[in-house]
């Protein structure tokens, strides 16, 4: 259903000069935030551009606001509809969240209470969403800090019956199941097992920290071993799912993600071989 | 739909800081650690996320406060402008009106300027890419052509008009050294692109005078003629056209 891309790497500004510059060995692909080449003209685009003529590239979002009771934006989803046309993504995602109500963006992803009607209503939404674009979106499994009282759902079996009710995919982050099932006290086997293996279309890698009794979805840090370990459960569970590391702070050299990125493929093929042996 | 909204209003309202943390256990799970923390996570994170998003759009807005005077200002000017735009880095795009309405007074008085200037450098940044017009294709023009020509800036140039010397305050801060004492002045700075490299320079009164007329689509002729009072109106005029077009600041 979800092209099979093998490991990429989250594209950040700072990497700009090394990507362009020369070729990328042991990246095959990139992803691309849509929200910052969403824009008329100048470097982001030009990078974009050059990126896309050597690699494939896949599109996530950030402000697709899926589960708000606000219109959807139809300027936003014009503008992420052009992107799509001229990049021609392999993968277009955003998360399963809301981050807008009345008007107001407050530019984070702030967790969707898991009731019939939030999920009849996000369905609906994917729906038009998808229709708009002419095609198949994934949405992420957020870090979520709290979960609404209301609600009998648990977040797993919430995002597969979307999936499955809005004929959409799943990208399934790795660390956010991790930092979620840690911070509510759910088991993580559980979650995977709750998702449709058909639906999982992409899988993000990512650091954390902690902050307390809790843990913080902060993309700083390297891939931790529990986050390693449960990475291989979910490539037994899932297959050769196109998998990605993101770093958004305290970011490293290029070489030294690529060499990260090297671990993740090793932990790949190790739980494939299990998978098929 | 209302159940599902008043429940996003209540969280809303918790996240951006207008209820009390409190107010938390009401609508979130306990799950081992007290709802209130767990909301904290949130409200925390809406003023950070911000915060860093603007610094980074207002370099010299954010080192001309400092980092705590800098997130005061913020949380101000996140009650006044609440972002609507799905993009981080338009977070601040109102800070230069804030700034300038009095919203916050704790800085130089250039400072609303500076967020002016600063702005109009993002916005030129990933602006709508466009040829310039070079020497060569003008040369092609006969001579008669000139007083009749229209010319079209680049489209991520911008004529800004300042009341203070915030570019002096910007050359300054870019240096890393102090900035100067705020004084008024009436001053045009031009900002735009030249390939992938944000230019901004300050005008002279002439050529802040012309240029606001070929902005406005007069000929060359008529936008020249505020050059009358120069030692060489014509050779001022050629002076201005060849600056124009070295800095790649006139569209093909």
């Known amino acids: 259903m979800f092209p099979r891309l093998g490991h990429g790497l989250g594209l950040r500004t700072a990497h700009y000069p090394r990507v362009t510059a020369e070729p990328c060995p042991g990246v095959d692909w990139f992803e691309v935030i849509s929200e910052n080449f969403m824009v008329a003209g100048g470097n982001p685009r030009r990078v974009l551009r050059a990126v896309r003529e050597r690699y494939p590239v896949v599109m996530h979002g950030v402000s697709l606001s899926i589960g708000t009771t606000d219109p959807l934006d139809d300027a936003y989803l014009g503008a992420l509809r052009a992107l799509c046309d001229e990049i021609e993504?392999?993968?277009?995602?955003?998360?399963?969240?809301?981050s807008s109500l009345g008007g107001h963006t407050v530019h984070d992803l702030w967790p969707v209470p898991y009731t019939e009607q939030a999920l009849a209503h996000v369905v609906g939404r994917v729906e038009q969403v998808q229709d708009r674009l002419g095609r198949r979106i994934l949405l992420e499994n957020p870090?979520?800090?709290?979960v609404f009282r209301d609600g009998d759902l648990d977040e797993a079996a919430f995002l597969a019956e979307v999936a499955r009710r809005a004929d959409c995919g799943i990208l399934l982050d790795v660390n956010n199941v991790h930092v979620s099932c840690h911070n509510h006290g759910w088991d993580r086997q559980a979650y995977l097992a709750a998702l449709p293996v058909e639906r999982v279309g992409q899988i993000h890698l990512a650091g954390h920290s902690v902050d307390g009794a809790l843990l913080i979805d902060t993309h700083d840090h390297p891939v931790c071993d529990d986050v390693w370990r449960l990475y291989g459960d979910a490539i037994r569970r899932f297959g050769a799912v196109a998998t990605c590391i993101e770093r958004d702070d305290h970011i490293p050299p290029f070489d030294e993600l690529v060499a990260e990125l090297g671990d993740a493929r090793r932990t790949a093929a190790a739980a494939r071989e299990e998978r098929h042996g | 739909m209302a159940d599902l909204t008043a429940l996003l209003a209540l969280f809303h309202d918790l996240a951006t800081g207008r209820a009390p943390t409190s107010a938390a256990r009401d609508l979130l799970r306990d799950d081992g650690v007290d709802p209130a923390v767990r909301a904290g996570v949130y409200a925390h994170a809406y003023v950070v996320r911000i915060r860093d998003a603007i610094a980074a759009e207002y370099p010299k807005v954010a080192a001309a406060l400092g980092d705590a005077t800098f997130t005061r200002m913020v949380r101000g000017y996140l009650d006044a402008f609440p972002t609507r735009?799905?993009?981080?880095?338009?977070?601040?795009?109102?800070?230069?009106?804030?700034?300038?309405?009095?919203?916050?007074?704790?800085?130089?008085?250039?400072?609303?300027?500076?967020?002016?200037?600063?702005?109009?450098?993002?916005?030129?940044?990933?602006?709508?890419?466009?040829?310039?017009?070079?020497?060569?294709?003008?040369?092609?023009?006969?001579?008669?052509?000139?007083?009749?020509?229209?010319?079209?800036?680049?489209?991520?140039?911008?004529?800004?008009?300042?009341?203070?010397?915030?570019?002096?305050?910007?050359?300054?801060?870019?240096?890393?050294?102090?900035?100067?004492?705020?004084?008024?002045?009436?001053?045009?700075?031009?900002?735009?692109?030249?390939?992938?490299?944000?230019?901004?320079?300050?005008?002279?009164?002439?050529?802040?005078?012309?240029?606001?007329?070929?902005?406005?689509?007069?000929?060359?002729?008529?936008?020249?003629?505020?050059?009358?009072?120069?030692?060489?109106?014509?050779?001022?005029?050629?002076?201005?056209?060849?600056?124009?077009?070295?800095?790649?600041?006139?569209?093909?």
């Open chain 2, 85 to 252: 735009r799905p993009s981080l880095r338009d977070a601040g795009e109102f800070l230069h009106r804030y700034l300038a309405d009095g919203g916050w007074s704790d800085g130089p008085a250039w400072l609303a300027d500076l967020a002016a200037l600063e702005r109009a450098r993002t916005d030129a940044f990933d602006g709508p890419d466009a040829d310039a017009l070079t020497r060569a294709d003008l040369a092609e023009l006969p001579p008669t052509a000139f007083p009749q020509l229209r010319l079209r800036l680049v489209p991520t140039a911008t004529l800004l008009a300042l009341t203070h010397n915030a570019d002096d305050a910007w050359a300054a801060l870019e240096a890393e050294a102090p900035p100067p004492p705020a004084r008024e002045v009436t001053r045009t700075v031009a900002v735009w692109r030249r390939d992938l490299v944000v230019i901004h320079r300050t005008l002279a009164d002439d050529e802040a005078a012309a240029l606001r007329a070929v902005v406005a689509g007069a000929p060359l002729g008529d936008a020249f003629e505020v050059l009358a009072g120069a030692d060489d109106p014509a050779a001022r005029a050629v002076e201005l056209v060849t600056t124009w077009l070295d800095g790649a600041l006139i569209a093909a």
């Open chain 1, 143 to 146: 870090s979520t800090y709290a």
């Open chain 1, 89 to 98: 993504p392999a993968i277009v995602s955003d998360h399963l969240c809301w």
